[in-house]
């Protein structure tokens, strides 16, 4: 298996513009967490579904973002406008019982 | 909410000496578990501890759950330069089985 795929790994844009991150789950993986890290606050939960529906969503920071998970083998994270603040790394993870397995992370930096 | 501290943040110790990382948390533990995470790279599952005083090892090294303490301790014997990168322990919030709260890691370095 190739493990959870995520794209891009890296980003760089200008303030106001869209971003849109990817994640590709493993397959058979009922469950699926966006993550972000920075320096400062460490790892935070974003967001996590269970079976393709949103389960919690109260780390999402505002509602310049949104996720959404179609299929059992896509979710996409979105920052609609992006800001310099939303700088950061941003992990999909998987996971079928305890164990959560991550993708490799997109560097988001936002100019 | 719940919160987890790691201590040390950093540590430098010399090739082939033992050392140990400790995840303390601010409410009870349902369960505990340690990543590895290196540079530019996603977190990698080491261990997981269940509620109950769990201990585990895995190679070098041995995972410790202490529930009165609310507190866990990762222990690396005779250190190798292969683990280095950041330690990071995660905890249930609840009695399920995912992990949602993280401990801001632990950078470990391991020199010759």
């Known amino acids: 298996d190739a493990g959870v795929i995520q794209s891009p790994r890296h980003e760089v844009t200008e303030m106001g513009q869209e971003v849109t991150l990817r994640c590709k789950p493993i397959s058979g993986h009922d469950y699926l967490f966006w993550y972000r890290q920075t320096m400062m606050r460490g790892l935070e939960l974003l967001i996590y579904?269970?079976?393709?529906?949103?389960?919690?969503d109260s780390g999402m920071p505002e509602d310049r973002f949104s996720a959404k998970m179609p299929n059992a083998s896509f979710s996409t994270l979105k920052i609609q406008p992006s800001e310099p603040r939303d700088s950061a790394v941003y992990f999909c993870?998987?996971?079928?019982?305890?164990?959560?397995?991550f993708g490799p992370g997109t560097r988001l930096t936002v100019t | 909410s719940q919160e987890l501290e790691q201590s040390p943040q950093s540590l430098i110790v010399q090739e082939g000496k033992n050392l140990t990382i400790n995840c303390t948390s601010s409410?009870?533990?349902?369960?505990l578990y340690w990543y590895k995470q290196k540079y530019g790279e996603g977190l990698i599952f080491l261990m997981m501890l269940q509620k109950g005083g769990e201990e585990k090892s895995h190679e070098k090294i041995t995972a410790k759950l202490d529930e009165k303490k609310q507190q866990s301790s990762l222990h690396i014997t005779a250190s190798q330069p292969s683990h280095a990168g950041i330690y990071l322990c995660?905890?249930?919030?609840?009695?399920?089985?995912?992990?949602?709260?993280f401990g801001k890691g632990t950078r470990l370095s391991v020199i010759a």
């Open positions: 409410k009870t533990l349902y369960g």
């Open positions: 579904f269970n079976n393709n529906v949103p389960i919690d």
């Open positions: 993870a998987s996971s079928f019982s305890h164990e959560q397995y």
């Open positions: 995660g905890a249930d919030t609840t009695s399920g089985n995912t992990p949602l709260v």
